[in-house]
C-alpha cells in the first residue's frame, strides 16, 4: 500500500505542465525610442586675448610700442666737415625709434589721454668745451676752458603727453603733440611708406610743441585751430633787443574726405603777437593722399617765410615730394618718391651745408609680414644738391608696433 502510493505521486508530478524558461536582459526586446538624438555640443574656441584694460568709470588703457632698427650706408658729404666738397663713407646700425606708451579713455570716451615715451631720440653726451666764466686766461685774449660731458641737443625722451575732452560738436585738447605742418610730419611714425620721412616733412614739420587745440573728426571731414607756446624744438624765438616777448604760434589744418580713400587737405601756420621779432615764421601747405585698391599716393607742396632778424625781410623756402606705392598680394609694397627742397628761395647767395638745394630720388621695397605691426623695408635715396656733392643713402628697417 505504501509503496503503491508513492507510484501514484510520482506519475501525478510527471503529468504536471514545466514552466517556460525566463529571457536574460540581453534577449529582451525593446521598442524603438522615439526621442531626439542628443545635439553634440558645440566646439569651443578660445577667447581672444583682450586689447584694452578697462579702467577707472567706464574707461579703457591701452598699450602701445614701436621698434625700429637699421642698418644704413651712407656715401657723400662729410660729416662734421665744414667744406662743402667733403665726402666720405660711413656705414653702421642704428637704433632709429623705440617708442613706448600707452592711451586710454575715461567717462564713456568723454576724456581721453596719451603718454609716449622714446629713449632712442635721448643723445650721448659728448666732451665740449666749455667756457671759463670769471677766470684769469692765461693767454691775453684768450677765454680759459675746461672740458666736459654735454649733450648733443636736447635730452628729453617725452614725445606726446596731452589730454583730449571730448563733446559732440567739439574736441578740446592740451599737452604736447605733433604740430599739423606736413601730413607725413604730423602723423604716426608706423606707417611711413619710407624708412624716414622725406626732406620736405622733416624741414618744415617732424616736430611737437606745447599747446592747445580744438576741433573734429567726421568721415567727411578732419579740421582743428591750434596755439603752441613755440618752445618747441628750434621754435624758441629770443631777440637780444626784445628779450620779454610774448609770440606764440598760431595753426590750422582742414582735411576733407569726398571719396573713399582719397584726402585733401590744406594748412596754415602764422607767428603772432611781436612779428617783427627774428624767428617770425609763416607756412602755407597742401596735400593730396589717396589709398584704395592696393594703391598709395601721398604729396605734399609747402611754402614758408622766416625772419632772420629782428624787422629785417623774411627768407622764402618751398619744398614738394610725391610718393607712390602698390601692394602686391597684401605682402609686397614696392615704392618711389621724388621731390625738391630750396630752403633758400630765389637767392643766389652761396648756400652752406643747412641751406643747400636738395632734389631726391628715392626708390624702396616693403615687406609685410604681418601687415604694419612686423615689416622689413629697404630703400635707396639719391640727394642731388646744387652745391655740394651728392648724396647716396641705403637703409634696411626693421619694425615691429602695436
Not at 585738447?173 to 620721412?197: A, T, V
Not at 574726405?257 to 602755407?284: F, H, K, Q
Not at 592696393?294 to 632772420?308: M, Y
Amino acid at each position: 500500500m505504501h509503496l503503491h502510493g508513492l507510484l501514484l505521486m510520482a506519475a501525478l508530478k510527471a503529468a504536471e505542465p514545466t514552466a517556460a524558461p525566463a529571457l536574460s536582459p540581453a534577449a529582451e526586446v525593446v521598442p524603438p525610442s522615439t526621442a531626439p538624438a542628443p545635439v553634440p555640443s558645440p566646439a569651443v574656441t578660445p577667447a581672444a586675448l583682450p586689447k584694452e584694460l578697462a579702467v577707472g568709470t567706464d574707461g579703457f588703457f591701452k598699450p602701445a610700442l614701436l621698434f625700429q632698427g637699421w642698418a644704413y650706408y651712407d656715401q657723400g658729404p662729410g660729416k662734421g666737415c665744414a667744406a662743402l666738397s667733403c665726402v666720405s663713407d660711413s656705414y653702421a646700425f642704428r637704433l632709429r625709434r623705440a617708442e613706448f606708451g600707452f592711451s586710454g579713455n575715461l567717462l564713456g570716451k568723454r576724456v581721453g589721454f596719451k603718454v609716449n615715451m622714446n629713449p632712442a631720440q635721448a643723445p650721448e653726451f659728448i666732451n665740449t668745451d666749455l667756457t671759463v666764466k670769471g677766470a684769469t686766461p692765461s693767454t691775453p685774449g684768450v677765454a680759459p676752458t675746461v672740458t666736459a660731458k654735454q649733450p648733443p641737443s636736447l635730452t628729453t625722451v617725452l614725445s606726446d603727453v596731452y589730454v583730449t575732452y571730448s563733446f559732440d560738436w567739439l574736441d578740446v585738447q592740451f599737452g604736447q603733440y605733433r604740430i599739423p605742418i606736413s601730413w607725413e610730419g604730423y602723423n604716426g611714425s608706423s606707417k611711413l611708406m619710407f624708412p624716414e620721412r622725406s626732406t620736405v616733412a622733416r624741414f618744415f614739420g617732424d616736430t611737437r610743441d606745447l599747446g592747445a587745440k580744438v576741433g573734429k573728426s567726421t568721415k567727411l571731414i578732419n579740421w582743428g585751430l591750434f596755439l603752441f607756446d613755440g618752445s618747441g624744438t628750434g621754435f624758441y624765438n629770443e631777440s637780444p633787443t626784445a628779450p620779454a616777448k610774448y609770440q606764440k604760434e598760431f595753426m590750422a589744418r582742414f582735411e576733407l574726405y569726398p571719396l573713399e580713400g582719397l584726402m585733401l587737405a590744406v594748412a596754415d601756420w602764422n607767428s603772432v603777437i611781436d612779428r617783427y621779432a627774428a624767428g617770425t615764421r609763416d607756412r602755407v601747405e597742401f596735400d593730396a593722399r589717396y589709398e584704395a585698391h592696393n594703391v598709395l599716393f601721398q604729396s605734399e607742396f609747402i611754402r614758408g617765410w622766416d625772419r632772420v632778424s629782428d624787422n629785417g625781410p623774411f627768407n622764402s623756402s618751398f619744398g614738394w615730394y610725391a610718393a607712390l606705392g602698390y601692394t602686391l598680394a597684401e605682402t609686397w609694397q614696392p615704392v618711389i618718391r621724388v621731390g625738391n627742397l630750396d630752403p633758400l628761395l630765389g637767392s643766389d647767395a652761396a648756400a652752406t651745408a643747412a641751406t643747400d638745394e636738395t632734389t631726391f630720388y628715392e626708390i624702396g621695397l616693403n615687406w609685410f609680414i604681418n601687415k604694419h605691426e612686423t615689416k622689413l623695408q629697404l630703400a635707396y635715396s639719391l640727394f642731388q644738391f646744387h652745391d655740394k656733392p651728392n648724396e647716396g643713402t641705403v637703409i634696411l628697417n626693421t619694425q615691429i608696433s602695436y
